[in-house]
Protein backbone atom coordinates (compact mmCIF):
# COMPACT_ATOMS: atom_id res chain seq x y z
CA UNK A 1 0.00 0.00 0.00
CA UNK A 2 1.18 3.74 -0.75
CA UNK A 3 0.24 6.51 1.39
CA UNK A 4 0.81 9.84 -0.08
CA UNK A 5 0.55 13.32 1.51
CA UNK A 6 1.02 16.39 -0.04
CA UNK A 7 1.55 19.88 1.25
CA UNK A 8 3.18 23.22 0.12
CA UNK A 9 -0.64 24.89 -1.37
CA UNK A 10 -2.24 27.73 0.21
CA UNK A 11 -3.11 31.92 -1.42
CA UNK A 12 -0.34 33.23 -3.40
CA UNK A 13 -0.76 36.65 -6.04
CA UNK A 14 -0.60 36.56 -9.57
CA UNK A 15 2.87 36.01 -10.26
CA UNK A 16 4.36 34.51 -7.68
CA UNK A 17 5.23 31.13 -6.53
CA UNK A 18 4.11 27.88 -4.27
CA UNK A 19 6.55 24.26 -3.90
CA UNK A 20 4.32 21.21 -3.09
CA UNK A 21 5.54 18.68 -2.02
CA UNK A 22 4.19 15.00 -1.72
CA UNK A 23 5.71 12.67 0.89
CA UNK A 24 5.09 8.46 0.44
CA UNK A 25 5.44 6.01 2.66
CA UNK A 26 6.04 3.17 0.51
CA UNK A 27 8.63 0.84 0.26
CA UNK A 28 10.80 0.75 -2.87
CA UNK A 29 10.14 4.49 -3.70
CA UNK A 30 12.00 4.69 -6.83
CA UNK A 31 9.76 2.13 -8.79
CA UNK A 32 7.15 4.47 -8.85
CA UNK A 33 6.88 6.73 -11.60
CA UNK A 34 4.97 10.02 -9.88
CA UNK A 35 2.89 12.81 -11.45
CA UNK A 36 0.55 15.72 -10.32
CA UNK A 37 -2.60 16.23 -11.21
CA UNK A 38 -5.18 19.14 -10.72
CA UNK A 39 -8.92 19.55 -10.45
CA UNK A 40 -11.46 22.66 -10.46
CA UNK A 41 -14.47 22.21 -9.63
CA UNK A 42 -17.01 20.71 -11.99
CA UNK A 43 -14.13 19.54 -14.03
CA UNK A 44 -12.23 16.32 -14.57
CA UNK A 45 -8.52 15.69 -13.29
CA UNK A 46 -6.34 17.19 -15.40
CA UNK A 47 -2.04 16.09 -16.02
CA UNK A 48 0.41 18.64 -14.94
CA UNK A 49 3.50 17.30 -14.49
CA UNK A 50 5.45 13.47 -14.40
CA UNK A 51 9.11 12.32 -13.38
CA UNK A 52 10.64 8.74 -14.30
CA UNK A 53 11.18 6.26 -11.43
CA UNK A 54 14.88 7.38 -11.20
CA UNK A 55 13.98 11.20 -11.75
CA UNK A 56 15.59 11.80 -15.05
CA UNK A 57 12.97 12.57 -17.38
CA UNK A 58 10.20 15.05 -16.97
CA UNK A 59 6.83 15.95 -19.14
CA UNK A 60 4.91 18.71 -18.76
CA UNK A 61 1.44 20.08 -20.13
CA UNK A 62 1.48 22.57 -22.36
CA UNK A 63 0.15 25.07 -19.94
CA UNK A 64 2.90 24.91 -17.55
CA UNK A 65 6.02 23.83 -19.58
CA UNK A 66 8.48 26.38 -18.69
CA UNK A 67 7.06 27.79 -15.43
CA UNK A 68 6.46 24.73 -13.16
CA UNK A 69 9.42 22.05 -12.18
CA UNK A 70 8.90 18.51 -11.15
CA UNK A 71 11.45 16.51 -9.19
CA UNK A 72 12.08 13.98 -7.07
CA UNK A 73 14.47 12.92 -4.27
CA UNK A 74 14.15 9.18 -3.62
CA UNK A 75 16.22 9.12 -0.65
CA UNK A 76 13.72 10.78 1.31
CA UNK A 77 10.31 9.29 -0.30
CA UNK A 78 9.19 12.66 -1.98
CA UNK A 79 8.24 14.65 -4.89
CA UNK A 80 7.98 18.01 -5.42
CA UNK A 81 6.60 20.65 -8.14
CA UNK A 82 8.18 24.19 -7.66
CA UNK A 83 5.61 26.72 -9.38
CA UNK A 84 6.66 29.84 -10.95
CA UNK A 85 5.29 32.71 -12.25
CA UNK A 86 1.52 31.70 -11.36
CA UNK A 87 -1.62 32.72 -12.76
CA UNK A 88 -5.04 32.68 -12.12
CA UNK A 89 -6.18 30.17 -13.69
CA UNK A 90 -3.64 27.39 -11.85
CA UNK A 91 -6.16 27.52 -9.26
CA UNK A 92 -6.88 24.46 -8.96
CA UNK A 93 -6.55 21.15 -5.54
CA UNK A 94 -2.97 19.71 -6.81
CA UNK A 95 -2.80 16.14 -6.48
CA UNK A 96 0.23 13.76 -6.40
CA UNK A 97 -0.25 10.11 -7.91
CA UNK A 98 2.29 7.30 -8.26
CA UNK A 99 2.56 4.26 -10.50
CA UNK A 100 4.85 0.94 -10.72
CA UNK A 101 6.46 1.33 -13.49
CA UNK A 102 6.90 3.81 -16.45
CA UNK A 103 5.55 7.54 -16.34
CA UNK A 104 2.37 8.27 -18.15
CA UNK A 105 0.51 11.80 -18.52
CA UNK A 106 -3.05 9.46 -18.28
CA UNK A 107 -4.69 9.89 -14.65
CA UNK A 108 -6.36 6.82 -15.07
CA UNK A 109 -3.40 4.82 -15.12
CA UNK A 110 -2.08 5.88 -11.83
CA UNK A 111 -2.67 3.45 -8.74
CA UNK A 112 -2.10 5.54 -5.76
CA UNK A 113 -3.52 9.16 -5.14
CA UNK A 114 -2.66 11.66 -2.34
CA UNK A 115 -5.67 13.61 -0.87
CA UNK A 116 -4.03 17.12 -2.45
CA UNK A 117 -3.52 20.58 -1.83
CA UNK A 118 -5.67 23.92 -2.36
CA UNK A 119 -3.55 26.29 -4.63
CA UNK A 120 -5.38 29.88 -4.99
CA UNK A 121 -4.34 32.79 -7.26
CA UNK A 122 -5.57 35.63 -7.23
CA UNK A 123 -5.34 38.16 -9.98
Known amino acids: QVQLVESGGGLVQAGGSLSLSCAASVRAFSTYAMGWFRQTDGSERRFVAAVTRSGISTSYSDSVKGRFTISRDNAKNTVYLQMNNLKPEDTAVYYC????????????????WGQGTRVTVSS
Open 97 to 112: AAKRATMTTRWDEYDY
